[in-house]
């Protein structure tokens, strides 16, 4: 690696990579122009301003975050042997926290290779490379997972918006192997067909698994569960799995509905089960109206603030959203509802629910703060990684 172009720190601008943090943002970088004409993504040697040496990273003049550190070891090569010791520190994790080969396996940053992702399925595995840097070692990345996994297929789900940012194309494609129709995804007690060349993401959210097993703990049989934003069925299928006497499963996609019901299918719980398409803030205000009352409501929104400019509108959004469902839970019931957004902090969006229970007059008590499930590690110098929040509460 004695070869790599030099990338130098800013003089006075070391305090955040000295810390820990694995990104180096364009501002702490000291001009050059050799270093301007890189192709994004190439790998460039880390220096402080006098010339010490700080490790490896990917580097892409054209963002914000320029360089992505990959290794504070300067002199270790960045090659198919690197990713593949990646993989198999990943995999030994994964293997302790779950019993069964369906988790993410890598988590970008926080498992030591920024920007990428690989969720597993059984033997089939999705990559997503949301960086220049990470794109650029998709091939080597594609051969250590055939070398530490051999799965029969390995999906690239490259069409993330982050890519646009990176000046890449949007792309979804089989890399290796054959796919002859949809995956069967094991989680909590139920079954999902899953499309892993369509729908949102790699295919699933294993983020909310945890956060979906404990409200299932919850139904007791005869009660009634109404998941907002189900998505694929992911909190509804537990909990008609654990007993749930009725589940209403709401989303504005078809196809997304189409994929609760084959999943309540193959789970055996079709009968209790059913579906409505629909905006979420339409139908709950219209399950109000009609009287509509459940023992559980589940709300997992989309991420209402994109961006900082949208904090204001997706605060707003997240108190509304509680106000709606917080009139539909019966007496003593429960109440689960989630953030994706990171730019939110913990703090901002658990004052955005409760200011929506005060307006839809509840009370009760937070039984659960909680986050994303083990899977998704959250690297310990990067807090913007720990973008999943999530509230659990019993209303009066």
């Given at each position: 690696m004695t070869d790599l172009p030099i990338l130098k720190l800013a003089p006075g601008r070391e305090a955040r990579v000295v810390s820990g943090h694995p990104w180096i943002y364009s501002n702490e970088v000291a001009g050059d122009a050799a270093l301007q004409a890189l192709e994004p993504g190439s790998l460039v040697a880390v220096q402080f301003a006098d010339g010490r040496k700080i490790g490896i990273a990917s580097y892409n003049a054209k963002t914000l975050i320029a360089g992505r550190i990959l290794t504070r070891d300067p002199e270790q090569s960045i090659d198919r042997a690197f990713?593949?010791?990646?993989?198999?520190?990943?995999?030994?994790l994964r293997e302790t926290l779950f019993d069964q080969p369906f988790y993410r396996l890598i988590h970008a940053e926080a498992d030591g290779l920024p920007a990428t992702v690989v969720d597993r399925f059984g033997d089939v595995c999705v990559v997503q490379a949301n960086a220049a840097g990470s794109d650029?070692?998709?091939?080597?990345?594609?051969?250590?997972?055939?070398?530490?996994?051999?799965?029969?297929?390995?999906?690239?789900?490259?069409?993330?918006?982050?890519?646009?940012?990176?000046?890449l194309p949007e792309t979804s494609y089989l890399a290796r192997g054959a796919l002859d129709g949809p995956v069967i995804l094991h989680e909590n007690g139920a079954q999902f067909p899953i499309e892993l060349l369509g729908g949102q993401k790699t295919g699933w959210f294993y983020d909310q698994r945890q956060?979906?097993?404990?409200?299932?703990?919850?139904?007791?049989?005869?009660?009634s569960v109404l998941d907002v934003y189900t998505y694929a069925g992911g909190f509804a299928l537990p909990c008609a799995v654990a007993g749930a006497a009725s589940v209403l499963a709401v989303d504005r996609s078809e196809p997304a509905l189409a994929l609760v019901a084959r999943a309540a299918k193959a789970s055996g719980v079709a009968d209790r089960v059913s579906t409505r398409r629909g905006d979420a803030f339409t139908v709950l205000e219209d399950l109000a109206k009609r009287?509509?009352?459940?023992?559980?409501?589940?709300?997992?929104?989309?991420?209402?603030?994109?961006?900082?400019?949208?904090?204001?509108?997706?605060?707003?959004?997240?108190?509304?959203?509680?106000?709606l469902a917080a009139a539909l839970v019966k007496p003593g019931g429960f109440f689960f509802t989630a953030s994706c957004s990171y730019n939110a902090s913990g703090g901002d969006f658990s004052a955005a629910v409760l200011r929506g229970l005060a307006d839809a007059k509840r009370s009760g008590r937070i039984l659960r703060y909680s986050g994303a499930a083990p899977d998704h590690p959250v690297h310990p110098f990067l807090p913007e990684t720990a973008y999943l929040k999530a509230l659990t509460l019993q209303l009066d």
């Open positions: 990713i593949e010791g990646k993989l198999r520190a990943s995999l030994a650029r070692l998709l091939e080597p990345l594609l051969d250590a997972l055939e070398t530490v996994l051999q799965p029969r297929a390995i999906v690239a789900r490259n069409d993330s918006s982050a890519r646009e940012m990176e000046g956060n979906r097993a404990f409200m299932a703990g919850l139904v007791r049989p005869a009660q009287g509509e009352r459940f023992d559980v409501v589940i709300t997992d929104p989309p991420a209402f603030i994109k961006s900082r400019k949208d904090m204001n509108q997706g605060l707003k959004a997240y108190a509304k959203l509680a106000r």
